[in-house]
């Protein structure tokens, strides 16, 4: 069992937690261990606001412990470094996001796949391994070790940096853009296309609920990246899928299970649950 937020650590930090499954954010004191040889210290100057944030503070997934702090797309400058760490320095600009700790004994950790190990340490809402609950961002100081820190690029402004450390829905189609993907944004709403193809960037844009627009892109489609956190059909979505194409899943639905519809995968077709690889102990470039 976590040691409580408030004696397992002998630094106080301020920031707003949940303390109950009503979800309101209140001001809380807890504390930040000390910064460790490999540690980064850093001031948090933002941190986006996640949909699986809400579900956390409402523990809508079932597995929320309180009082928790939320936020894992936490940016800052640093102020302090352990003396063994490597490429940070006191004033660089960096970010953490989802993970903050894991093995570094299994296969996944081995092969820089963290998110894949089946001890990852979540950023909050998790046990450390010193025994003490992990809190997130909505705070005024953070603490992790070098490994999962970023280094964040001297013009990339914090502010808009913050949502990358997720990566879902628009800023998705925005990383898919600058890998030079052809990009179709698919949505329920006819009242998204301006903003996906003139603001986002997109190449196409597809309104799932017309049967007309579904029916011309099937089988068009070499991956699609699935993030709605409500219950849906997954067939029509494997309907558009060139064989062999990925339904790739990211997010985690809660009023109901999802079901697998195993005969349309049997035309080669893959659905692949994910959690985000955060690119952990790389530097970003920014142009």
Not at 205 to 223: I, Y
Not at 253 to 266: F, K, N, Q, W
């Amino acid at each position: 069992m976590a040691k409580s937020a408030e004696q397992g650590h002998p630094n106080q930090a301020f920031g707003w937690a949940a303390t109950d499954t009503f979800g309101v954010l209140t001001p809380f004191k807890f504390s930040r261990r000390a910064t460790g040889e490999k540690d980064v210290r850093f001031k948090v100057l933002f941190c986006g606001i996640c949909h699986s944030d809400l579900h956390m503070i409402k523990n809508e997934w079932g597995k929320s412990r309180y009082p928790i702090v939320p936020g894992h797309e936490v940016v800052g400058i640093v102020t302090e470094v352990g003396s063994k760490v490597e490429k940070l320095k006191v004033g660089d600009k960096v970010g953490v996001g989802c993970f903050v700790g894991a093995c570094h004994s299994c296969d996944d950790c081995a092969n820089d796949l963290e998110n894949y190990c089946p001890k990852k340490i979540y950023t909050y809402g998790d046990t450390y391994y010193d025994g003490t609950a992990t809190q997130g961002g909505y705070s005024d100081v953070m603490v992790a070790e070098e490994r999962y820190v970023i280094h964040f690029p001297d013009n990339l402004p914090l502010d808009g940096g913050a949502p990358l450390l997720w990566g879902l829905g628009h800023v998705a189609v925005k990383f898919a853009k600058a890998f030079g993907v052809k990009v179709t944004v698919i949505s329920t709403s006819p009242g998204k296309k301006e903003e996906a193809l003139e603001r986002l960037g997109a190449d196409s844009f597809v309104v799932s609920r017309d049967p007309d627009q579904m029916r011309a892109a099937m089988g068009t489609m070499d991956g699609i990246i699935d993030t709605v956190f409500a219950a849906h059909p997954l067939l029509p979505l494997i309907g558009l899928l060139k064989s062999h194409g990925k339904l790739i899943l990211v997010a985690a639905p809660i009023d109901r299970p999802i079901e697998l519809p195993v005969y349309a995968l049997m035309s080669g077709k893959h659905i692949n649950p994910q959690t985000p690889n955060l690119f952990y102990d790389q530097e970003w470039e920014y142009k």
